[in-house]
């Protein structure tokens, strides 16, 4: 099954150029478990080979993770939070999932938001607890928009360099995610090092001095 979907999302990306760019990089930032890997690389391969244009391909990306996650939140800022751990389980969002995106946005903030955006997992749940929590609109938007710019653009330039090398990638959808994720796990490990430091900044910054 997994298959089949990963073999159609592939030809949607194919098939429709920049609207499938933007269609399945916004369900891929509500509730829907579309891996970024499927969609990115592939269409800033054909871009290289003059069928859409790279910026276009970033640009579009983009475009859809801000209104995947803008609808995201939206929708759990108006059901709350009770009715997303009680239906969330049918979209595979489990309530210990919800809690550990609420307590990231809730001890992170903005910073939380876009350290997300760079990482596996929490990446398409982190909207939902942002509008639980009713973080400001205006921050939540510069947050994604900055870290979804950036995830598109680092999966465009491995997309780009991973197929040109090996075209034949194209022919197994899960050949090319592991590729791909291989390629990324560097760009990952710095993200995750860099959230561990700046969680540590933080608790030094609001630790309290000792009283005697």
């Known amino acids: 099954m997994l298959h089949s979907l990963l073999k159609t999302w592939f030809h949607w990306v ?3 150029g920049y609207l499938g760019v933007f269609l399945l990089m916004a369900l891929e930032s509500s509730i829907v478990p579309i891996p970024s890997e499927i969609v990115m690389p ?3 391969y054909w871009a290289a080979q003059g069928r859409m244009t790279l910026w276009g391909v970033i ?3 983009t475009a859809g993770s801000y209104a995947g ?3 995201s939140y939206w ?3 108006w059901v709350g939070l009770p009715v997303v751990n009680k239906f969330g389980k049918y979209v595979l969002i489990g309530p210990d999932k919800v809690e550990m995106a609420k307590s990231w946005v809730e001890r992170y903030g903005v910073m939380g938001i876009f350290l ?3 990482l596996p997992v929490v990446r398409h749940l982190i909207s939902i607890p942002a509008g639980i929590l009713k973080m ?3 921050s939540f938007s510069a947050a994604t928009l900055t870290g979804a710019f ?3 653009t680092v999966l465009s330039w491995f997309g780009q360099k991973v197929l040109g090398e090996a075209p034949q990638l194209l022919d197994s959808p899960e050949a090319m995610v592991a590729a791909i994720k291989a390629k990324l796990l560097w760009f990952v490990l710095g993200a995750v090092g860099f959230g561990v430091l700046y969680a540590v900044m933080m608790w030094f910054r609001n630790a309290k001095p000792r009283t005697a």
Request: net charge positive; glycine share 8%.
């Open 59 to 61: 640009l579009a990306g």
């Open 69 to 71: 996650s803008a609808i």
């Open 150 to 152: 950036l995830w598109c």
């Open 42 to 44: 592939p269409a800033a």
């Open 75 to 77: 929708v759990a800022q």
């Open 14 to 16: 194919e098939a429709w």
């Open 116 to 118: 997300a955006r760079l």
């Open 136 to 138: 400001r609109f205006g």
